[in-house]
């Protein structure tokens, strides 16, 4: 159980679709405890395993504030979201941006536990919209595809000239 490195933007492993879960096992359980393990690491609420490059649908948060409740979620899935608004969100995997997203603030979820028991769990407020973020992940998507054209224009222009040039 250790922190694993973060992905970030615009690596394109970050760009793909995860696989879903079907073997509960030790891997699994390692899986998770580096996962728990890395974003108790950061500031962060939530984490995907796609972020520390291991594409399988897995995804821990924490809200507690103080990495005390970390709750993992296999496979998961919204079945049902209401109560839209506009949040301004942040990603361990796109470092120093912020921005506004719609994003529904209550809804049900759907998932499995680590040893593949299903349950489902009513989410309200931020730990709604973190859920969301991080499902995106698990997608491919990243929270900067759902911002106004113009910022992810300047988003993707800015990385483009943080990556290394073949000539330098
Ligand atoms: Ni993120």
Known sequence: MAPRPILEYPDPRLRERSLPVARFGADLAHLIEDLIATLHATPGIGLSAP???????????????DKTAPEVYVNPLILER????IIEESCLSVPGITGNVFRATRLRVQAQDATGTAFERDLDGMPAVCLQHEIDHLDGKLFIDRLMPWRRLMIRLAAARRAPSPSA
Request: glycine share 16%.
């Open 82 to 85: 209401s109560a839209i608004g």
């Open 51 to 65: 972020q520390i490059g291991t594409l399988q649908r897995v995804l821990v948060t924490d809200h507690s504030g």
